[in-house]
């Protein structure tokens, strides 16, 4: 299976390395890149979280969760985590699988969508805020209650973005849709499709924040300054330390979101990990720009295109005061004896909380 894995991230090693700061300038303008999502698909990185009985590949979730955490690196401008985490909701609702780019919808505070069955099939109304990579999805699923696959076509679109400038848009619905295309299940919850979208999100920080910490390391030796690297200066010897001290947090966050993760989707545990994430997200971008200063701003900059990436993940899917909240209100729950048990993940009702 490492084998196998390592296959794996060569095939997508050669695929991101296309993206280069002109592709990912033209995705920011609005281009879908549709080469390098198309070399995605042929070697089935879409389907990495499913088992081999789904039409994946089987492979253990910590290397599937690896692909995304090698995305991130690169700051791939492609819905790679969105289809990954769609793919795997709609096998766990028994719903056709999405073949082209896909991409999930969890409807928050504000959003308006009603679903209820008419026809002999099922109507949906309503609009959808936030929709990562929605214009250029061929499958949106809807995870409200219900999980409702839609195809394009079915509905109008508003386009908006993060502040990444990927695409993040509004879709309106007023369709009839068959039965086979809605599906309820005890077992896959908006709340649990949203924690895995949280915990893969996790992945995608870490990666990005592992390679700032890398062109901060190249920078800081290079750039000189008063006749000297400006990494002989104390101060940015201090900073790069604390860069890579946010870089290994985030990389332990992305283990606990990828064992949580393979713990039935356990809550509690991809709540501290993309709250932990989120934090270093934003705290390491922070100190990647004093230590690159006036440049690191810059459009012309790879810089700028990694942290207002990671300042866009930080908010999605929960940020750290989301999770944090979460994590209290089961604390107080669990109350003095359940506590420690909770903290250390020996109880079984408490990892899952």
């Known amino acids: 299976m490492r084998d196998e894995t390592n296959l794996i991230l060569d095939s997508a090693q050669r695929v991101f390395a296309r993206v280069d700061d002109e592709a990912i300038r033209r995705a920011e303008r609005g281009e879908w890149l549709g080469e390098t999502w198309d070399a995605l698909a042929e070697f089935g990185a879409p389907l990495m979280l499913l088992g081999e009985e789904q039409g994946g590949f089987g492979l253990p979730v910590q290397d599937a969760f690896a692909l995304v955490h090698f995305a991130g690196?690169?700051?791939?401008?492609?819905?790679?985590?969105?289809?990954?985490?769609?793919?795997?909701?709609?096998?766990?609702?028994?719903?056709?699988?999405?073949?082209?780019?896909?991409?999930?919808?969890?409807?928050?505070?504000?959003?308006?969508?009603?679903?209820?069955?008419?026809?002999?099939?099922?109507?949906i109304a309503g609009t959808v805020s936030g929709v990562p990579w929605g214009r250029f999805a061929d499958v949106v699923l809807i995870a409200d209650g219900h999980m409702v696959r839609i195809a394009r076509g079915l509905g109008q679109i508003h386009h908006d973005a993060n502040l990444a400038d990927q695409p993040r848009d509004t879709l309106t619905f007023d369709t009839q849709l068959s039965n086979g295309m809605v599906a309820e299940s005890a077992e896959l919850t908006p709340a649990i499709v949203e924690a895995a979208g949280a915990a893969l999100c996790t992945a995608?920080?870490?990666?990005?924040?592992?390679?700032?910490?890398?062109?901060?390391?190249?920078?800081?030796?290079?750039?000189?300054?008063?006749?000297?690297?400006?990494?002989?200066?104390?101060?940015?010897?201090?900073?790069?330390?604390?860069?890579?001290?946010?870089?290994?947090?985030?990389?332990?966050?992305?283990?606990?979101?990828?064992?949580?993760?393979?713990?039935?989707?356990?809550?509690?545990?991809?709540?501290?990990?993309?709250?932990?994430?989120?934090?270093?997200?934003?705290?390491?971008?922070?100190?990647?720009?004093?230590i690159f200063a006036a440049i690191g701003f810059t459009r012309e900059h790879r810089l700028n295109h990694y942290t207002r990436s990671l300042w866009s993940w930080r908010e999605e899917f929960g940020n750290e005061a989301y999770w944090n909240r979460e994590l209290g209100e089961a604390a107080v729950e669990a109350g003095p004896a359940g506590l420690w048990p909770m903290i250390t993940r020996l109880d079984a009702a408490g990892g899952g909380a």
């Open 204 to 290: 995608s920080i870490a990666g990005a924040l592992e390679r700032v910490l890398d062109m901060a390391v190249n920078y800081a030796g290079e750039r000189e300054q008063f006749g000297r690297p400006i990494a002989k200066f104390q101060a940015i010897q201090q900073n790069l330390a604390r860069l890579a001290g946010e870089s290994v947090a985030a990389n332990g966050a992305l283990g606990l979101a990828a064992s949580s993760f393979a713990s039935d989707v356990a809550r509690s545990g991809i709540a501290a990990a993309k709250s932990r994430a989120s934090e270093a997200g934003g705290d390491g971008a922070a100190i990647a720009h004093q």
């Open 73 to 123: 690196q690169f700051c791939v401008p492609l819905p790679l985590a969105e289809a990954m985490l769609g793919n795997w909701a709609l096998a766990q609702a028994g719903l056709p699988l999405g073949e082209g780019p896909l991409t999930v919808a969890v409807p928050q505070p504000g959003d308006d969508v009603h679903l209820e069955r008419r026809e002999g099939g099922w109507h």
